[in-house]
């Protein structure tokens, strides 16, 4: 039986030649990242293992949330993730003055590229999905492990197979397209599912309408939404990741969750229905 997308990353960062949907596995992770709401918790937890982090390049720590910073509380924060980042010779960190939103930055620097897996304490860590790499959001705990293990456990998700088809109007962005599936399949629709897209629709979408659709995996409760690695994905990556990276593809007789397919008004998809 061959893997989905999801299921070929988490194996070879688990070191098994296979896996398979609801097996439990431990995964040596590409990037662990934080910001100014998780991070400081993180770091108390992670202060209570007593080790030191487990490589300072691998951790990104964005203070996004309350920066500048509107109070006490918030300058606290940004203080908390400061001095973390200094004592730890964070390479990825970013102070004011060169901040910005978190999933912006993590794609555009080149920090996230194809085939990696990486946790993050946020929801929409699975934005990076968009260049072909699982990532996902965790708890406080998670993360603290994380930054002192560089592992975190997972139970392998079922895929759904999302098929793009058809051209996109140019009213039509990303936003739209996955409204339109959580419209279709619910809030709960991919449960801690892993969404991959596929179909010549892809090719119609731009790498903006793929990181806001992976973006938005958790809104209908999905472990992640990841795409395939293509020339537009090539193209992105290749002006701004300087290190070697493993794009990964489905094998043709993946196994994904069964759908009865779903007609949409648009003409940019054609979605499958609930499992």
């Avoid at 990825?92 to 060169?98: F, I, P, W």
């Avoid at 936003?175 to 419209?183: N, Q, S, Y």
């Avoid at 999905?222 to 992105?236: R, V």
């Amino acid at each position: 039986m061959g893997m989905t997308m999801s299921e070929k990353i988490l194996a070879r960062h688990a070191g098994l030649e296979s896996v398979e949907a609801g097996q439990l596995v431990i995964c040596n992770l590409d990037l662990v990242m934080a910001n100014d709401v998780t991070g400081p918790p993180s770091i108390k937890e992670f202060e209570k293992i007593g080790k030191p982090v487990f490589d300072a390049n691998k951790i990104a720590l964005i203070p996004d949330h309350f920066q500048p910073a509107k109070d006490i509380k918030s300058a606290d924060l940004a203080k908390a993730m400061r001095e973390f980042a200094k004592k730890n010779k964070i390479k990825h960190y970013y102070d004011a003055g060169r901040v910005g939103i978190e999933h912006v930055i993590l794609p555009e620097f080149g920090i996230v590229a194809p085939g990696m897996l990486i946790i993050g304490a946020d929801s929409h860590t699975c934005t990076y999905g968009a260049v072909n790499a699982f990532s996902t959001g965790v708890g406080t705990t998670d993360l603290a492990v994380g930054l002192a293990t560089g592992q975190a456990w997972f139970k392998v998700p079922e895929a759904i197979n999302v098929k793009l088809t058809g051209k996109k109007p140019k009213n039509i962005g990303g936003k739209d397209v996955i409204l339109t599936l959580i419209g279709k399949i619910g809030v709960d629709g991919a449960l801690y599912k892993s969404l991959e897209f596929s179909g010549e629709g892809v090719r119609e979408l731009s790498m903006t309408d793929r990181l806001t659709i992976s973006n938005m995996a958790i809104e209908a409760g999905g472990k992640a939404g990841i795409f395939p690695f293509d020339e537009l994905t090539k193209f992105y990556v290749g002006c701004r990741v300087d290190y070697e990276y493993f794009p990964v593809a489905a094998d043709e007789d993946a196994k994904y969750c069964k759908f009865k397919r779903i007609k949409t008004c648009s003409s940019v998809a054609a979605f499958t229905g609930k499992c």
